[in-house]
């Protein structure tokens, strides 16, 4: 079973930062790639970035790119999401996510196996 607990959400001022992280138990071992999605209210959920567990090759929606940056500790079985240059619409519970089963992908809901609880990051302006 592997288990999934975010940190790090909270309040914020537009062109802050914030610092997520998402901390994995059980079979990480395994995992594909680990991803970071967000959903705001009314909307569907949808990707931020993502992470190859092994190889450690990042990918980024263009509405974060150059701001977000996500990270790895394959060690500490964690990875982050560092957020800068914050902006209002970035306002939205953000979800860890992880790919255990080869998926063919790393930008979709379905594509991952396991979920974390969510963490609110609010972005005032």
């Known amino acids: 079973q592997v288990q999934l607990v975010e940190s790090g959400g909270g309040l914020v001022q537009a062109g802050g930062s914030l610092r997520l992280s998402c901390a994995a138990s059980?079979?990480?071992?395994?995992?594909?790639?680990m991803g970071w999605f967000r959903q705001a209210p009314g909307k569907e959920r949808e990707f931020v970035a993502a992470?190859?567990?092994?190889?450690?090759?990042?990918y980024y929606a263009d509405s974060v790119k150059g701001r977000f940056t996500i990270s790895r500790d394959r060690a500490k079985n964690t990875v982050s999401l560092q957020m800068n240059s914050l902006k209002p619409e970035d306002t939205a519970v953000y979800y860890c996510a992880a790919q255990w089963r080869p998926a063919g992908g790393y930008i979709r809901t379905y594509e991952y196996d396991y979920w974390g609880q969510g963490t609110q990051v609010t972005v005032s302006s």
């Open positions: 059980g079979r990480t071992f395994s995992f594909k790639f």
């Open positions: 992470i190859s567990w092994s190889g450690g090759s990042t």
